[in-house]
């Protein structure tokens, strides 16, 4: 039996504590034994439980903003070594043959792979282009710390090498897959028309992803709100929650919807738990992230329900879509141009079917969930022999 300690950022449901809930329940528990740490209660702490997975919550920091300044230093080195200390003390008497850390956030691990003398494999779903300096230390400690760096595509790969302190040898790219069980065509959609008060034969634009500054939000309105004046059958829809703390930011999303034309076909909801549905629900999925987004899930997710994705050209979603097959990409923070791909799409319902069934195919071909469970599953026994 391996047994395998995880860190990771959050206790949410967006893309990355996704992958994470999906990989340890689907690891064959008769090789594997996850055990989980979190920095707080939620719906993944929730979730884990609920699949028998071993949780505790030791509220460790994360590396975010915050912490940039003198007295987020201090805060930050205080917590990292009591938090640490805390996480060593729960599972001191386990005999612990590998560390997983789901996020470059997280530093935890450092401390603990010298303490626990194993392993650490640090998953990367992240791109940090600014502070650039947070960008060199943070790939200094992978290069210096990691035994393996997971990348989840090939533009998170590319960036952390162009750091020059990673050796590229290093690195596994390992895309994440999702569950097709959960995101199909045939998930039902009948009670989101009455929830949302949306006609039957309407064409709905949607889009699911943290309100945070470089998600797109503001993006998805100024290209999708215009094309409400020309098609009264059209809806957009903006699905996602804001980091605590950062209210201020759905609270500015929504006054700017209301102050649009046509604001009563914008719909815009706070996190949800029923996203496979919602995903079935659009006839169109957009992702307008303003910075290169690593692997965004919620387009694995988009492609496993047969849609076409319509997203800006850079980052991962350049691995995951092909333009013309399975959707389109445009120029980066072009808003008239994400405009124009849009009405594209929305107007022809045979591009929509074709694309869309392009989507599922590609999404099935290469980004798997057996692929993906299959491959950290050869990589954990291969670690634990090499050290053993």
Known sequence: MINILYLHAGSEMYGADKVLLELVTGLDKKKFHPIVILPSEGVLAVALRHSKIEVYIVSYPILRRKYFNLRGIVSYTYGYFKATKQIFHIIKNQ???LIHVNTIAVLEGILLKHKLKVPLIWHIHEIITTPKVVYKVTSFLLGKYADQVIAVS???????????????????IIYNGVDNNVFNPNVTTGYLFDEFNIPHDS??????????????QTDFLQATAPLLEKYPKLYLILVGGVFAGEEQRMIKLRQIAAQLPNNNRIIISDFRNDTANLHNFFDVFVLPSTRPDPLPTVVLEAMASGKPVIGYRHGGICEMVIEGYNGLLVSPNKSELLQNAVEQVVTSKELRKVMGNNSLQRQDNYFSLSAYISNFSQLYSLLTKIKS
Do not use: P, T
Request: charged residues 25%; hydrophobic residues 40%.
């Open 95 to 97: 005999q612990i043959n």
């Open 154 to 172: 090939g533009a998170v790969k590319e960036h952390l090498v162009s750091s020059g302190k990673i050796n590229q040898e290093k690195i596994k």
């Open 203 to 216: 064409l709905r634009v949607g889009m699911i992803g943290r309100v945070n500054a470089w998600k797109g």
